[in-house]
Structure formats: structure tokens, C-alpha cells
């Protein structure tokens, strides 16, 4: 169910009120208060090394439980998609990264509690810092090293997830499939 479903009073002067319809903005009839349901911003990041073998986490919770997904997570109020890659690599896995370059960005529909929320994916490719090893800690089951070709979209949790890794496959020297 969109956010938006669950706005039957207004957050402002708590009048009782329908919920907007579609992707309509929520407006309240007697305050004028407008809310709109932007998309929330979330990172992951393919983390390569010198070997050429790509970095997966093994989803520990809902949604994509037991799937497999690069590092990543929600960005905070007040932080940069750089930074939240860096925070969020440290927590999932408790690695430092270099070179971390920008490569894609896809809608998603992440579904959590009965609710699906808009968000915009933001993909991002890294190396592992030298002394940096990976291992499986915040809301993660494992952490494994991957041969591109080891990798099918259909075992990744979440459809950006699949674009992005296609897109990234089609770069030259990414060990994947031809473009």
C-alpha cells in the first residue's frame, strides 16, 4: 500500500480527511497544508577487488530476505549519497572503500511493514581498501566474493538492483556479458 493511503487526518490541524488519490499531493481542505510523497533515497555499491570478484551480501531481513544484494542502505537526513555509501558500507560490512565512482540511479518499490515505499536507488562502484575484509555484520547473513558471471539478476533482491548490475555488466572490463 502507498504512504499515501494512510493520511485520513491532516498532520497540521488533524482534521479528518480522505486520502489523496493516485499520486496526488496530500492537501488539507480547511489549513491549506500540502504534503508531497517523494521518493526516499537509498545507496548500494558493487565493490570490486584486484582479482576482478565482486562483493554480495546475503540479505538477513525482509524485504529480499536471503537474496543477494550489493552493500547498502537509506541515506540520512543531512547526508550526502557519498557519505551514506561510505556509513553504510562500514555498518553492513565494516570495510573502507576507494574510488568510489557514481553509476546509475533506478526507481524502486521497496515494500516494508504493509507499506511500499517510493525510492530512488543510487548505484555506486568501488574498490576494497588495502587491509579492508569484508564480513557480515548489520542486518547481513553473509558476505561472499563473486565471479560476475557467478551472479544471476534473478537471485538480487530488488529489480533496480538487477538494472543497475546489467548496466554495470555491459561496461567494458566488468567481467560480465557483452553489451
Not at 123 to 135: E, Y
Request: aromatic residues 12%; negative net charge; charged residues 20%.
Amino acid at each position: 500500500m502507498h504512504p499515501s493511503r494512510f493520511f485520513h487526518h491532516c498532520p497540521r490541524c488533524g482534521l479528518k480527511q480522505a486520502p489523496p488519490e493516485g499520486k496526488a499531493p496530500f492537501q488539507c481542505t480547511a489549513c491549506g497544508f500540502r504534503y508531497y510523497f517523494n521518493a526516499g533515497s537509498a545507496v548500494a555499491t558493487f565493490v570490486t577487488r584486484a582479482d576482478g570478484r565482486w562483493l554480495f551480501i546475503r540479505r538477513a531481513r525482509d524485504p529480499g530476505q536471503g537474496k543477494l544484494a550489493p552493500p547498502g542502505g537509506f541515506v540520512d537526513l543531512g547526508e550526502t549519497a557519498e557519505n551514506a555509501v561510505r556509513r553504510e558500507l562500514r555498518e553492513e560490512v565494516g570495510i573502507e572503500l576507494e574510488q568510489v565512482e557514481f553509476l546509475c540511479s533506478h526507481p524502486n518499490a521497496y515494500l516494508y511493514g504493509g507499506i511500499t515505499y517510493p525510492t530512488l536507488d543510487l548505484f555506486f562502484t568501488a574498490t576494497l581498501a588495502d587491509g579492508s575484509s569484508p564480513q557480515a555484520l548489520d542486518e547481513v547473513t553473509s558476505v561472499g566474493w563473486h565471479d560476475a558471471a557467478q551472479i544471476h539478476t534473478e537471485d538480487l533482491a530488488f529489480d533496480s538492483m538487477r538494472a543497475a548490475w546489467e548496466r554495470l555488466m555491459r561496461r567494458p572490463g566488468s567481467g560480465g556479458f557483452p553489451s
